[in-house]
């Protein structure tokens, strides 16, 4: 990486120059052929500047000298030519200096693209040999490294070497001349080769998922309505994420959020705490660990709802000044050419005390749900799961697997209805955010025995 | 501007010499430069100006059947020459398919479109113009992101078949998104966005973003439907891509490769209401915001892919027609133009007994057969051929495939977005269901 420091002479204003590479690899196999092969690397220099209240933003792929030099000027630029239009003259931004390094980068010898290529080969070999009644699967991996070195006009400087990997396995059955897939991921936190030790080692879990996938090829529609439901852990933290943790982040607060009227109000029954951690979870490194955020603040947990009650919504600097509120280092930049946007990093719903057996067990009729592809929120907090996995819930035990389906509810008053919240925490860490970038995200939780909306037929 | 297109041009001849100096079969370059000036709105305020230089540099070679890829943000000498090296050993690791090729010979072709420099002050001004209508004609909206860009680029494909195209095109983009409020209720968020070759327009009258913003206001008190009964469904051009994204999806490579695509096999064969003709047409004069070459090299045309319920083709790449046998696509989809009906949209809500028009999907991808379920967001429901109210928490759910044939009229009325132009469409034999 650059040494930026040089370059902070250049600084005229609150400024932020940052570095950036991001490096993934890809390797697929559709149906045992190699259909995508593939690196990229996509690296760079920004500069944000902020005076008076406006911003100006530039960057190029280019790291000498006289491109560093231009852009910060020009981002200055940019800034002067909004404020001289614009004539709303806002305060200086909130000074704090932090300085860090972190790298996750692995210590062992890297593997060649060959050795990943036939790492991923021998797991569709296995899927084979194994499953030959399958219509179809595929397995394909995904490697992203983000590497960034940041300075800031107010003193903070860090860098960091954020790896994640992960493979994803669809495996898919014909069933009465319809295709019926499961998919599932594997990985985390880490480089491939501090990941995946070997293809065996992830064979019980694609047997577990050829078990579900058969079940689901018997699967049935579930009953649409009001219904209730015991979220597995995985989804309980995409509703952390999606449904309430969005509402919080402070320039949606201010785009018009419902959370904008509910800080210290009860949202969620006493059962529910969700906080979003910066990067160190029950003693453990969280999926997306972040130390400084991109605008240079150390990064601290957000207690968003503690015991029920709204305590708090997640900050940049400028957001902080508008709510005065200390900064809570949740500003992130997913590419070198990104401004850093107000992002949620490890969201979770905090453990409770009950057994998933006692909460299945609890319930006359309703579903378990284990696995979602994919959901969506809004301001008003009502959100929308896809289910790609399910069971039936009828006097106390599992029954039959439904197809895919659709959950939704108001957040706000779903977490009103949580009876019971396990005592087992899980860590996704494949998530991708939206929101202008896209930018990798960790989500958590227990399971959590509640009740909301499922679409059937 | 000559001066760059001539270094431009060296560059990735240089690049498609040295992959077959370093022993490629078959290789292939693709280069773009682009600079976008992007100003943006947060929370009503203009507040960020942005200007973005980047380069984009993608390799692929074939070599003994084995294919690598690799892409990079530099085109100096020695990223080109590690990029080189790397893209061998990255096809030297991979399987190797008789399916991977790279475009024949097509004639040498230049390609132009929109403007070549972004006009600043006129961005700025149609920006601020937008602010201030809306804070006049719809005061309770809080425009949470706004975004007006201009994007122009260079790019260059070539390959060892002798394919040289380059492209010049220079593309307003503006997108909006937003929610209503009044105390302590809000709207669903909404948002929306039109592609443009200049700023002639006020911005608020480009595509659906002035309905969307009086719609906004009218949804800040909801309620759901009760029960649940099987009704029609206009979906309105913003919802399209949620209900017809199964079909392209079904039609393109993945799919129809893994065999899980139920269109694979129904090239000619009736798979919606007769009503429907569907085109993709990237290189139309009236679409601002096609494309003029294909990820895999060739010239794109414009397609029909439905004509009158009949699937007309499927939308393969060059990979995905020698892998099935199937015939490749003129061009890879988007830029959709659907052909107006007969009805006004005031016609086909009089014609409702009992539905929803659909101005948002909030649904999980469908499965394989296409059942599907999600949230209408942003919607209303229908009775007696009168909009009655806003809804919330209320979700729809059926089969896509089975609704391609139920469609019960096409409007007139169709909303030009820049990259694609939409009519609403109308459904029938949908579940709906509310708490």
């Known amino acids: ?457 | 501007m000559w001066h760059d297109v001539d270094r431009d041009v060296m560059t990735a001849k240089r690049s498609l010499d040295a992959l077959m100096r370093t022993g490629a079969d078959k290789a292939y370059t693709g280069l773009a430069i682009s600079e976008r000036h992007e100003m943006n709105i947060e929370a009503g305020e203009i507040k960020l100006l942005r200007t973005t230089f980047n380069t984009s540099l993608h390799l692929s070679v074939i070599k003994d059947s084995k294919k690598g890829h690799i892409g990079l943000n530099k085109s100096d000498d020695a990223s080109i020459e590690k990029a080189v090296a790397d893209v061998m050993d990255i096809a030297a690791g991979a399987q190797p398919d008789e399916a991977h090729d790279i475009a024949e010979w097509q004639e040498p072709a230049e390609f132009h479109k929109g403007p070549t420099t972004p006009d600043l002050d006129a961005m700025y001004d149609r920006l601020k113009g937008f602010v201030a209508t809306v804070s006049r004609r719809y005061p309770k909206i809080n425009l949470r992101q706004v975004i007006l860009s201009f994007t122009r680029s260079r790019a260059y494909v070539m390959n060892s078949n002798g394919v040289d195209f380059r492209t010049f095109r220079g593309t307003y983009h503006f997108m909006a998104m937003f929610s209503a409020g009044e105390g302590d209720k809000v709207s669903s968020f909404n948002a929306s966005g039109v592609s443009m070759l200049d700023l002639d327009r006020d911005l608020i009258d480009c595509g659906s973003i002035d309905m969307l913003l009086r719609q906004s206001c009218e949804q800040i008190t909801t309620r759901p439907v009760e029960g649940k009964f099987v009704g029609d469904v206009i979906v309105a051009p913003d919802a399209f891509g949620d209900i017809w994204g199964f079909l392209f999806n079904a039609i393109s490579d993945g799919p129809v490769i893994s065999d899980t695509s139920i269109y694979k096999d129904k090239v000619g064969e009736l798979i919606t209401s007769p009503e429907l003709t569907l085109h993709c047409r990237p290189v139309a004069d009236e679409i601002a915001d096609g494309y003029f070459v294909t990820g895999d090299g060739y010239a794109a045309k414009n397609s029909t892919i439905i004509e009158k319920g009949v699937l007309k083709g499927l939308l393969l790449s060059l990979y995905g027609s020698r892998k099935t046998g199937r015939e490749r696509a003129v061009n890879q989809g988007g830029a959709i133009v659907v052909e107006p009906g007969n009805s006004s949209l005031s016609d086909l809500i009089r014609s409702v007994k009992k539905g929803i028009l659909l101005c948002r999907l909030s649904g999980g991808a469908p499965n394989n057969y296409g059942d599907f379920s999600g949230v209408a967001k942003n919607s209303y429901l229908i009775e007696g051929g009168e909009i009655k109210h806003p809804l919330s928490e209320t979700m729809i759910s059926g089969n896509l495939a089975e609704a391609y044939k139920n469609i019960t009229g096409i409007s007139r009325e169709r909303i030009d977005y820049g990259s694609a132009i939409l009519p609403w469409i109308a459904f029938s034999g949908l579940t709906i269901s509310g708490k």
């Open chain 1, 1 to 457: 990486m650059v040494d930026l420091q040089e370059y902070s002479r250049l600084f005229s204003a609150y400024t932020e120059l940052r570095v950036q590479e991001n490096r993934s690899v890809t390797v697929g196999f559709i149906k045992g052929n190699n259909t995508v092969n593939t690196r990229s690397t996509t690296g760079g220099v920004s500069a944000r500047v902020y005076k008076n209240g406006s911003w100006g933003f530039a960057s190029t792929p280019e790291l000498q000298r006289d491109a560093i030099v231009s852009i910060v000027k020009a981002a200055t630029d940019n800034a002067e030519f909004l404020g001289s239009r614009t004539g709303v003259a806002k305060g200086p931004l909130p000074t704090v200096a932090a300085s860090h390094d972190s790298s996750f980068a692995t210590k062992k010898p890297r593997l060649t693209q060959k050795q990943l290529v036939d790492f991923i080969k021998e797991i569709d070999d296995h899927i084979a040999t194994r499953y030959p009644g399958l219509q179809s699967r595929s397995v394909f991996l995904n490697c992203l490294d983000i590497e960034k070195s940041v300075v800031t006009s107010d003193g903070s400087r860090f860098t960091s070497m954020t790896p994640r990997s992960h493979i994803f396995i669809t495996l898919c059955v014909e069933k009465d001349g319809e295709p019926v897939d499961l998919y599932q991921v594997h990985g985390g936190l880490g480089q491939f080769e501090d990941v995946f030790e070997s293809p065996d080692v992830l064979f019980p879990e694609i047997e577990k998922q050829y078990e579900h996938l058969m079940r689901k090829s018997e699967g049935v529609y579930p009953d649409a309505g009001l219904k209730t439901c015991v979220l597995d852990a995985e989804l309980a933290g995409i509703l952390a994420h999606e449904a309430i943790g969005h509402t919080t982040e402070a320039d949606i607060v201010l785009g018009g959020s419902v959370a904008q009227h509910l800080i210290g109000q009860e949202v969620a029954s006493p059962l529910v705490t969700l906080v979003d951690f910066a990067n160190t979870a029950f003693g453990q490194t969280c999926p997306v660990p972040v130390y400084v955020d991109d605008e240079g603040t150390k990064a601290e947990d957000v207690v968003i709802i503690d015991k029920g009650v709204l305590k708090g919504y997640m900050h940049n600097k400028e957001t902080a000044n508008h709510f005065n509120a200390a900064p809570t280092g949740n500003a992130r930049a997913y590419t070198f050419s990104d401004e850093p946007l107000i992002r949620m990093r490890n969201t979770a719903i905090l453990p409770g005390t009950s057994k998933l057996e006692d909460m299945i067990a609890s319930v006359d009729d309703g579903y378990y749900l284990i696995r979602s592809k994919n959901g969506q929120a809004d301001s008003t907090s009502e959100f929308m799961f896809g289910i790609e996995l399910g069971y039936e819930i009828k006097n106390g035990k599992l029954g039959r697997a439904i197809k895919n389906t659709t959950i939704s509810g108001v957040a706000y008053d779903v977490l009103k209805t949580v009876s019971m919240v396990s005592d087992e925490m899980h860590w996704t860490g494949a998530g991708m955010c939206g929101k202008k970038q896209p930018i990798p995200v960790g989500m958590g939780g227990p399971a959590v025995k509640c009740r909301l909306s499922i679409g059937g037929r």
